[in-house]
């Protein structure tokens, strides 16, 4: 029985002993589990042998409780406490090794411990239904969901931010995303595709939102006639799993996190690179030139601008320059300089990246030689264009990252489970 379900009369139930008020004649202890906590109250004179076994035992020990729920209206916690008949300690703690105040690193060491707050608790609560309910909109919609290797012969992006590893007699990548895969789908017919999946970047990044691994949500779909119909299926998704969340757990967030969930509107802004260029030299004064990526200054005042215009925590930015992008982009047919591309910012973040893909084998081969990435190993890629596609796009979002910025949670290492970095592969 969830402690949450306790109604007065006999129970039976299993949890953790969180606080123990051990008294001349009294005891009072508070038993929590993931639904709530609870009041068990002991005179010891009644029941000695409980009560020895409450005076032995620590804090976060684990007990199974058999006994009466009354009700009593001095009881804080639901008015209802629990008089018991017996009690089993099922398990029994050292002494705890991290406090709540212990830093990120600390409590990462021993993250079993450190995930019983019942705030990092709620992280993931929210994770489950924000990704549940993106799962949801797109099989309401007719996607299909698929799940692709993370072990490929050959990089998925075409740099050097993979991790190597020994398979048989060869070598093998870890994914950098499953963009080939969901590509394969497209010319398979499967028209739109929704793939939640583990992905690897070799890049030694300290910083609050870069991650060795992380999860990914990505979407392909199929007859697309620019980024404009991928950013309007990305939209509506965020929107909607965004109030489900708000609707679950806004009241819970506000108050063990103290944020208030957001649910945009729609449609998000949008602005084009070569208006953001402008913007950030004529209005925000900063030394940038057509062509260049933004860095992290550029970035955020280019958020801050975005939201102060539009009052929208979301936003996209368009059409990158085509030798920012992965060789895979559609280039503008009227303007190949630039790609049909975009990168959708929340708050001062980027989450996603997404585009019109190249479905055409003889463009897309210029393109992977252009761009200096031996065409060999890429054969089996191309080889799915050869035999008809149809013009296709999508996206892939960074969860983690979403979830962070969601909760304004200080770093990506709140938001993982596990957590992996440069200096990190434990536990």
């Not at 028209?191 to 890049?203: G, L, Y």
């Not at 065409?375 to 008809?388: E, L, Q, R, T, V």
Request: hydrophobic share 40%; with cysteine.
């Amino acid at each position: 029985m969830k402690i949450s379900e306790i109604k007065p009369g006999k129970v039976e139930f299993q949890g953790w002993i969180e606080n123990l008020r051990d008294k001349k004649n009294m005891q009072f202890v508070v038993i929590r589990d993931l639904s709530g906590k609870i009041q068990v109250t002991v005179v010891k004179a009644e029941h000695p042998e409980i009560a020895e076994i409450f005076s032995g035992a620590t804090l976060e020990s684990t007990v199974k409780i058999v006994g009466e729920a009354v009700a009593n209206e001095f009881v804080k916690l639901g008015g209802i406490e629990i008089i018991p008949e017996s009690v089993e300690l099922t398990s029994h703690a050292e002494a705890l090794p991290i406090a709540d105040d212990s830093s990120i690193d600390q409590r990462l060491d021993y993250r079993w411990i450190d995930l019983r707050n019942p705030a990092r608790t709620l992280i993931f609560q929210v994770e489950t239904t924000l990704n549940q309910a993106m799962r949801q909109w797109c099989i309401d919609h007719d996607f299909i969901e698929v799940h692709t290797p993370t072990l490929i012969g050959a990089s998925s992006e075409g740099g050097s931010d993979v991790f190597e590893v020994k398979y048989f007699e060869t070598k093998a990548y870890l994914i950098q995303s499953p963009q080939f895969y969901k590509q394969m789908a497209m010319a398979a017919g499967f028209e739109r595709v929704f793939i939640n999946t583990p992905v690897f970047r070799a890049e030694k990044s300290h910083t609050k939102k870069h991650a060795t691994e992380f999860s990914g949500f990505d979407v392909e779909m199929s007859y697309v006639e620019s980024q404009e119909d991928v950013m309007k299926v990305e939209e509506q998704i965020l929107t909607y799993a965004i109030s489900k969340v708000a609707e679950k757990h806004g009241a819970k967030v506000k108050e063990l996190l103290g944020v208030d969930i957001v649910v945009p509107k729609l449609p998000f802004p949008r602005i084009s690179m070569k208006e953001a260029y402008k913007v950030l030299r004529d209005e925000l004064h900063m030394n940038i030139k057509d062509g260049d990526d933004f860095n992290t200054e550029q970035e955020v005042a280019l958020c801050d601008y975005m939201e102060k215009k539009n009052g929208h925590q979301f936003f996209f930015v368009t059409e990158y320059p085509s030798d920012k992008r992965a060789f895979y982009t559609m280039a503008k047919p009227d303007d190949p300089a630039y790609s049909k591309s975009y990168d959708l910012y929340f708050k001062d973040v980027e989450i996603t990246s997404g585009a019109q893909r190249e479905h055409r084998p003889d463009v897309l081969r210029n393109q992977i030689v252009s761009r200096g990435i031996d065409p060999a190993p890429m054969n089996d890629y191309i080889n799915f264009f050869k035999n008809g596609c149809p013009p296709h796009g999508g996206f892939g979002l960074g969860l983690d990252r979403l979830i962070m910025l969601l909760l304004d949670l200080p770093s990506i290492k709140e938001a993982m489970y596990l957590f992996r970095g440069p200096d990190r592969l434990t536990p």
